[in-house]
């Protein structure tokens, strides 16, 4: 496997501008992450999807942000309208998801993360 | 609600130097614990996992030991390396949804 793939690497946008940010996960992983990181706040969990279905948004900072999962295979991240402040490196990863009270010892894989500036 | 403390960095050491990063964690039920690394320019990768107390993991000269009592998982190497300079997120997963919570990561820089 190819491990999660994320699309673009790098981004760099105008402030007001619509950013998408993809994420492929690892084949049969059923769990999937988006996280911010930046200098200032470190490693922020934004969403979290279980089995496609958004299980915790409580870190999505604001309306200009969302994500969809439409299928088992694809998600995006979108901010609409993009500002400076939201220039960070955003990171998808995928695990699979043990069943409630089964364990909790699966690992999560992460993407090489997408740069996102915004000017 | 669950939370990860680490020591804060940077911790910069000489070649073959004892590591130790400090890592405390608060969590509801039995959660797994995790190191993860980050090299520069790149995604988080696993260092080592442990999943129940008094497991200790291991990989690539480098330890943690799931201590319950003291609600630790703190992570050692004998004699670290240039190589070894990143930054190390503590990280733990817990609770019915499996949400994996990490520290705020200690750069570890490593000097000849």
């Known amino acids: 496997d190819a491990g999660v793939i994320q699309s673009p690497r790098h981004e760099v946008t105008e402030m007001g501008q619509e950013v998408t940010l993809r994420c492929k996960p690892i084949?049969?992983?059923?769990?999937l992450f988006w996280y911010r990181q930046t200098m200032m706040r470190g490693l922020e969990l934004l969403i979290y999807?279980?089995?496609?279905?958004?299980?915790?948004d409580s870190g999505m900072p604001e309306d200009r942000f969302s994500a969809k999962m439409p299928n088992a295979s694809f998600s995006t991240l979108k901010i609409q309208p993009s500002e400076p402040r939201d220039s960070a490196v955003y990171f998808c990863?995928?695990?699979?998801?043990?069943?409630?009270?089964?364990?909790?010892?699966?690992?999560?894989?992460f993407g090489q993360g997408t740069r996102l500036t915004v000017v | 609600g669950n939370s990860v403390t680490q020591m804060e960095g940077p911790v910069t050491l000489s070649e073959e130097a004892f590591l130790t990063i400090n890592c405390t964690y608060t969590?509801?039920?039995?959660?797994?614990l995790f190191w993860y690394v980050q090299y520069p320019g790149e995604g988080l990768q696993l260092l080592l996992k442990?999943?129940?107390?008094?497991d200790k993991g291991s990989n690539k000269g480098f330890e943690a030991t799931y201590r319950k009592e003291t609600t630790s998982f703190h992570l050692e190497k004998g004699s670290v390396q240039v190589s070894d300079s990143a930054v190390y997120f503590c990280?733990?997963?817990?609770?019915?949804?499996?949400?994996?919570?990490f520290g705020a990561g200690t750069r570890l820089a490593v000097h000849p």
């Open positions: 969590a509801t039920g039995y959660p797994s």
């Open positions: 442990a999943t129940k107390a008094d």
């Open positions: 990280a733990l997963r817990s609770g019915g949804y499996n949400k994996l919570i």
């Open positions: 084949s049969g992983h059923n769990s």
């Open positions: 999807f279980n089995n496609n279905v958004p299980i915790d």
């Open positions: 990863a995928s695990s699979l998801a043990a069943t409630r009270g089964l364990g909790v010892n699966t690992e999560a894989f």
